[in-house]
């Protein structure tokens, strides 16, 4: 089975942390606390740490800096996206590697798929490789769905009831989350979680497969439960 989506068709049809106060992440009374170990708690405030430097600088100590800053990155995102080049525009490799097992199969699952090896070769020829989806039994999995069931922002709610039919990111899902880059509350800490777990996978799943990607999904899944 081939994986079902395509940078050329996503082109066609266009993600935790530490507030800047160094408060929990919560959102609406839901607190990553309710879902994760207080260890991987403190991995995913790292990885959203991560992703506010990358974009902000030393820029982010306000929420509207936050707004500002990840409003026109993902501005830039979105433009290139649409001629076919999907990608964060920094480098993940380092933030998966270091995201422990146990944290890593409580957010993503593993599975096999094929990838086309060149859209200029006929017969086509296909090489398998894996490919991630978050973790349907996993406690992200939970947080995302009780978050954005009682978010008040309409672009997070579309992302669940686009992802969520078939647990994967579809060129539907993939192409709102894109388009909604200037409507996100990037403000709150559970949204910037979001983005970031999303281009997580976006950059596992649309990039070339490399030897941490392979050691990522050779390892023996631990149970998702905590």
């Known amino acids: 089975m081939k994986y079902p989506i395509s940078l050329s068709l996503l082109a066609a049809t266009v993600l935790i942390a530490c507030h800047p106060t160094g408060e929990p992440v919560s959102q609406e009374g839901i607190s990553l606390g309710d879902y994760f170990d207080p260890e991987q708690v403190e ?19 306000s929420p509207q800096q936050i707004k500002t800053h990840y409003t026109k990155h993902f501005k830039q995102v979105y433009t290139t996206a649409q001629a076919g080049n999907l990608s964060v525009h920094f480098d993940t490799q380092a ?30 020829t296909y090489t398998s490789r894996p490919f991630i989806h978050l ?8 947080f995302l769905r009780d978050y954005a069931s009682t978010s008040a922002n309409s672009a997070v709610r579309q ?3 686009d992802y969520s039919p078939t647990n994967s990111n579809t060129p539907t899902a993939v192409a709102h989350l894109l388009t909604a880059y200037d409507t996100l509350d990037y403000e709150q800490p559970a949204t910037r979680l979001l983005v970031a777990i999303y281009y997580l996978s976006v950059e596992f799943n649309f990039h070339p497969i ?15 439960e905590r």
Not at 49 to 59: A, L, T
Not at 100 to 111: D, L, N, P, Q, V
Not at 212 to 218: D, E, F, G, I, T
Request: charged share 20%; glycine share 4%.
């Open 210 to 224: 490399n030897s941490a990607k392979l050691a990522r999904c050779s390892a023996p899944a631990a149970s998702p």
């Open 95 to 124: 933030l998966l590697a270091a995201l422990s097992e146990s944290t890593f199969h409580r957010i993503w699952h593993c599975t096999m798929g094929k990838e086309k090896n060149s859209r200029h070769v006929y017969p086509a």
């Open 135 to 142: 973790h349907p039994t996993g406690p992200y999995y939970e």
């Open 159 to 161: 992302y669940w009831q």
């Open 43 to 61: 991995e995913l405030k790292t990885l959203i740490q991560h992703f506010d430097r990358e974009i902000c600088g030393n820029d982010c100590k």
